[in-house]
């Protein structure tokens, strides 16, 4: 019988995924605003592992980059995008009897809101370029529809996700709660799924993606958005949140760690409340990259992420300019265990 593992994100990582803004994607308005975010993305990666850039120009990345382009991190494939989620669009790996191998499930732009038609090839496209390595391989997983940004492992055997994501209209409504059990069971190797029945952001386009809201930091603890205002709209569904994770238990049947990050100050663009949250940080090789809104907030956030990872190195990123697309930190990247790219 073939084991599969599902690696968790502090797992030793081989390369991290960013799909690079260019002037056809939605950030066009913007683009000038929002580079500078990505290339202090790009330039935390590289000083730690290797970067893989995806975009339709290279040589323009280059030139954004600067003197940052040390070629023995930096890949860069050139093929068409319609958008810079990674998280969602990119290859998710896993070890199937210590073999590597990355599926590729559909993505269709959160449940066909957005164009999706470039992205959804990504992975596929690594694949024939030769991206990762000899022995891996890619699976097409059609017709499941599932983004990277929707499931949070422990590595051990735990999958964290929330209903309403996989609930959702135009994703896999065909399947019951039970089917989509055995489905992901199946798919990551696993021995059980935590759902949390309440969280939400507004301004989400994701359909309540865990990792704006809960993310594991090891096997027995969690960080997770609190909210402690009770006139902020968010209260009740955050409280009842946190009362979810305080009654999961680990697989040896205690209560997990818990770590609340403040609920971040409310950021608004023409008029609408966009999903600003410190849970969607992003864990790469001795460091933890943690999005920052100009706000004094940043720093009691950091504080909770260096409590939750006392042997990395926790640094800040803006993220103000790439919070107006709906999406922060860890929703840009995609990172690929040791031994895949």
Known sequence: MKQIVFPAEWHPQSAVQLTWPHRDTDWRPMLEEVIPCFVAMAKEVMKRETLLIVCPDGAEVRRQLGGITDDRRLMIR??????TWARDHGGISVFEDGVPVIY??????????FAACHDNLITRRLFRSGTFAKEARVINMQPFVL?????????????????ECFASVNRNEYLNREQLEYHLK???GLKRILWLENGHLAGDDTDGHVDTLAR????????YVQCLDTEEEH??????????LKAFRTLAGQPYRLIP???????????ERLPATYANFLIINGAVLM???????????????QTAFPDREVTGIDCLPLIRQHGSLHCAAMHYPKGVI
């Open 261 to 271: 990050l403040p609920m971040a100050d409310r950021v608004t663009w023409d008029g």
């Open 216 to 223: 594991f930091c090891d096997e027995r603890t969690i960080a």
């Open 186 to 188: 199946d798919f990551f």
């Open 291 to 305: 999005p920052c809104y100009r706000s004094e907030k940043d720093a009691l956030a950091g504080a909770a992420l």
């Open 147 to 163: 983004e990277g940004g929707s499931i949070e492992s422990d590595g051990c055997g735990t999958l964290l996700a929330t209903v």
């Open 235 to 244: 209260f009740s569904e955050l409280q009842a949140m946190e009362e979810e």
């Open 104 to 113: 590729d499930f559909v993505f269709n732009g959160w449940g066909m809101k």
């Open 78 to 83: 050139e093929m068409a995008t319609n958008d």
